[in-house]
């Protein structure tokens, strides 16, 4: 017998957003985002090199054809709306990488038992329980490999969610927290990552992100 009294979880609001909205608002001149993250995304590719990459909050896939197919091997991409990866498959053009997707929670999903060279959680950790979800991606990095992590840092002047024309990203206010970079540094030292490069990205919006690379074990040497 089900128990009614229990409270229901409340509906996660990445799941109503249209990936037409995400795209939009990321891409508009007053957020000025995606052309950042694609960029940052492609910067890691490039100097890491890895064979095999775990993107989470990877929506439908904004960076991930900068991939070289020469170096990279195998790609896990995981997001908690389904659609947004269904766009991700239709337009992935590849076929040398062998390319899996992961509908779910990262904070709760089930995990590839796989070791990955490289680990890229950008604007993620934003809207979990970063705590939970920093050791599960520990886990997931080999020795000399590396963790990407990109933050939103806080701005004086500018809300955590910017305002656009697309409404529906309003609703995520609710669930957005800023993670504070040191405390991040700390708990990630204490599973045996170590920051390898930190640094800010100024954005349009008066807003910067905090960019931050770990290594795993040995240093990986970057370019």
């Not at 540094?185 to 919006?205: F, Q, W, Y």
Request: proline share 7%; hydrophobic share 45%; charged share 20%.
């Amino acid at each position: 017998m089900s128990d009614e009294s229990q409270p229901h979880a409340p509906r996660n609001p990445w799941l109503d957003i249209p990936l037409e909205d995400y795209v939009g608002h990321m891409s508009s001149p007053n957020v000025g985002q995606r052309v950042v993250l694609n960029r940052l995304l492609a910067d890691v590719l490039r100097a890491a090199r890895p064979a095999s990459v775990f993107i989470t909050g990877a929506s439908s896939g904004n960076g991930i054809e900068h991939l070289d197919s020469a170096v990279s091997r195998r790609i896990v991409c995981v997001d908690i709306n389904g659609t947004y990866l269904d766009a991700l498959r239709a337009a992935f053009d590849n076929p040398a990488v062998t390319l899996e997707t992961v509908c779910g929670d990262i904070a709760a999903c089930r995990l590839p038992s796989q070791m990955f060279e490289l680990v890229h959680a950008a604007l993620v950790l934003e809207y979990v329980d970063w705590k939970v979800v920093l050791p599960r991606l520990a886990q997931l990095i080999g020795v000399g490999g590396m963790l990407s992590v990109v933050l939103q840092r806080p701005s004086a002047v500018t809300p955590a969610v910017t305002s656009s024309p697309f409404a529906s990203l309003r609703t995520l206010e609710a669930i957005f927290n800023f993670v504070d970079p040191d405390e991040l540094i700390a708990a990630a030292s204490s599973l045996g990552l170590t920051v390898h490069s930190r640094r800010t990205e100024a954005l349009p919006s008066a807003k910067a992100f905090e960019v931050l690379q770990f290594t795993q074990g040995k240093l990986t040497p970057l370019e």
